[in-house]
DNA sequence: TTTACCTTGTGAACAAATTCACAAGAACCC
DNA sequence: GGGTTCTTGTGAATTTGTTCACAAGGTAAA
């Protein structure tokens, strides 16, 4: 398949929402200028990142909600569950643990790792931290597909570097740091200093 | 000035960390080249993104790392104190309200909101939770720049519109869901779902 | 001072992403 | 059935962002 752009998979998300939306009012159909309107973005944009994928509307009608809300779950890889560590027990971690937005969307957290003595064993929402130096024993047999890192800058890389060589290949990392890692392991970085930074640029540079 | 490419922004923020790092460790000048190594990116790339701004390196010695380390400050916004409420004392706003790397870069939490009566005037992190309601008043006298919103996304909307009638031109977003704000008012949207997603399409669509 | 060697800064070339614009279908009405 | 209206799907045009490639400027050493 053709490369997809990032902003591409991006804007498949945000119109997934939006048909959800929809779909929960009752609505048949939609057109790409509704889709658009609400996702900030053109007719246009939403009919070409669409066509990336296949023909999914009807000229004249637009698209059937139902079908492309299948057609786009599909597509994104929403037609299964997924299976999902934490690593990382800190604030940052245990808010991710509790985060219901994941499960909706069938991304399943398995466990909660950290480092700290202190930590391990406790609770954080119903999951027992684990010591993190059961990773790879445990993501053999408990078929993880993602890791979340939720662990402090310089603990980050070195964590990675486990996560990969334990088989995991897409990786969540909330660590403030850029990781290195090889090209058939997907990551993305949430870095909220960064925005903030963003922020300070355009409050700073502008007319 | 011409309009500066988002991307370009988030690399700015990238070489400052690297610059930081460098600074810390005693070295005096840089070339594009370890940047660019060190950032994940190409030395024209960096010679490019700067090149915006002004020229700041030596030909055939490279940068001086204290000098590009202040003007990207400079250019960043980062050589003032920004001042930030929180909105949402659930978990996540928590988490926020705790992390040190705001702080760090300047960014002073100020206050911290919440809607429900069982938060209002509880300690979170050594803040007073303060009754949403009065938003609108203090705002007016605490000179707050950034608003975080870290409040539920049927609530993010209103709670939106009341941050821009209030004065505040940036927002920070961790509501699950597209905001409609006037062009003039800068947002960042942090939406953890929407990255698992995108790691889930790159799972199930490689080759 | 000359030579050898680096590294920047930047137009020009290229690549990627977005927008335009319109033919082709589909529904609906008379 | 013909005309009207709507909206898709998609090449082509445009815009935006990245990479190339090299002249210009600077250091260092002899």
Avoid: C
């Avoid at 309107?37 to 023909?55: E, H, M, W």
């Avoid at 931290?129 to 990773?135: E, F, G, K, S, T």
Wanted: proline share 3%; hydrophobic share 45%.
């Amino acid at each position: 398949m053709k490369r997809i752009a990032e902003s591409t998979v991006r804007r498949l998300s945000i119109y997934l929402r939006f048909l959800e939306e929809f779909e929960a009012r009752g609505l048949a159909t939609i057109s790409s200028d509704a889709l658009a309107a609400r996702g900030g973005t053109t007719s246009a944009q939403v009919r070409k990142d669409l066509s990336f994928f296949g023909s999914f509307g009807k000229r004249g009608l637009g698209y059937s909600v139902p079908e492309l809300t299948r057609r786009l779950r599909e597509i994104l890889g929403l037609g299964r569950d997924w299976r999902v560590i934490i690593i990382g027990a800190g604030k940052i971690g245990a808010a991710l643990a509790q985060y219901a937005g994941f499960r909706q969307r069938g991304f399943h957290i398995v466990n909660v790792y950290d480092s700290d003595p202190a930590k391990i064993g406790r609770r954080v929402d119903g999951f027992v931290v684990r010591d993190i130096a059961r990773l790879e024993q445990d993501a053999a047999g408990d078929d993880i597909q993602i890791a979340v890192l939720a662990v402090p800058g310089e603990a980050a890389q070195p964590v990675v570097d486990r996560v990969i060589d334990s088989g995991i290949r897409a990786i969540m990392n909330f660590a403030p740091v850029q990781l290195q890692i090889p090209e058939h392991v997907a990551l993305k970085t949430v870095n909220m200093a960064m925005e903030l930074e963003g922020l300070s640029f355009a409050l700073t540079n502008r007319d």
